[in-house]
């Protein structure tokens, strides 16, 4: 069976620290890969999207990026966090040839 | 411009009853659509899913149905439990790619009282 894995679970931050967020799944391969962000009260906004190793798709102009360095890897990054960071970090697989998409536990980030 | 509406932010059901619960969509080319249901500090599960091909889907307690004239999709829950009690989100996509370009609703917070 496919599991996906967050980390760190939570996270708090001063403005303008760098951030790294990881993203693994496990039992699967060639999984799409995505970055949302849930801020409070809010749905959930797409980041990034990744079909590929080394593929990315931008969604949101910010100062938040994205890596894919191996097919079940996912990375979220900032250089320099601002306090609109804070929020609810998702992160999901999808099978290529499949719309449901499956969700880790999320990762909650303050910024302060 | 919100493409994907939930308009109300939360529901009161009692257990036993029928939950509706409603989303709509403002762009008409979305053809693909799903429920995800999400307990606090958890990620969002997959609950159900519907093409535009279709107007009605079934699984077990949860029916979900499209009016696409109306722009318009409803999941029932049918009989509600006090475990259904979470956050259900809406996603809309148009069809390509699978749905890499998904849009969530803001979600509405269903709560069965016993």
């Known amino acids: 069976s496919q599991t996906i894995h967050q980390w760190p679970a939570t996270l708090v931050q001063p403005v303008g620290s760098p951030l790294s967020l990881e993203c693994t799944v496990e039992g699967t391969s060639n999984p799409n890969l995505y970055w949302y962000r849930q801020a409070a009260g809010r749905g959930l906004q797409l980041l990034f999207y990744?079909?590929?190793?080394?593929?990315i798709s931008s969604e949101v102009p910010q100062n938040l990026s994205a890596s894919r360095p191996q097919d079940r890897q996912f990375i979220l990054s900032s250089k320099k966090l601002l306090l609109s960071d804070s929020g609810f970090y998702l992160c999901?697989?999808?099978?290529?040839?499949?719309?449901?998409?499956?969700f880790g536990p999320g990762t909650r980030l303050t910024v302060t | 411009d919100q493409q994907v509406k939930q308009n109300s932010p939360s529901l009161s059901v009692q257990e036993g009853r029928i939950s509706i619960l409603n989303c709509d969509y403002t762009n008409s080319m979305f053809d693909y659509f799903l429920w995800y249901k999400k307990y606090p500090a958890e990620g969002p599960t997959f609950l159900i899913s519907i093409s535009s091909i279709k107007d009605k889907n079934e699984d077990g307690r949860f029916t979900v149905f499209l009016n696409k004239s109306a722009k318009h999709l409803s999941l029932h829950i049918v009989p509600s439990q006090p475990g259904d009690s979470a956050v259900y989100f809406c996603?809309?996509?148009?069809?390509?790619?699978?749905?890499?370009?998904?849009?969530f609703g803001p979600g509405t917070r269903l709560s069965v009282l016993p």
């Open positions: 999901a697989w999808q099978r290529q040839t499949r719309y449901e998409q499956y």
């Open positions: 990744s079909v590929g190793i080394g593929q």
């Open positions: 996603a809309a996509s148009v069809g390509r790619n699978y749905g890499q370009n998904f849009v």
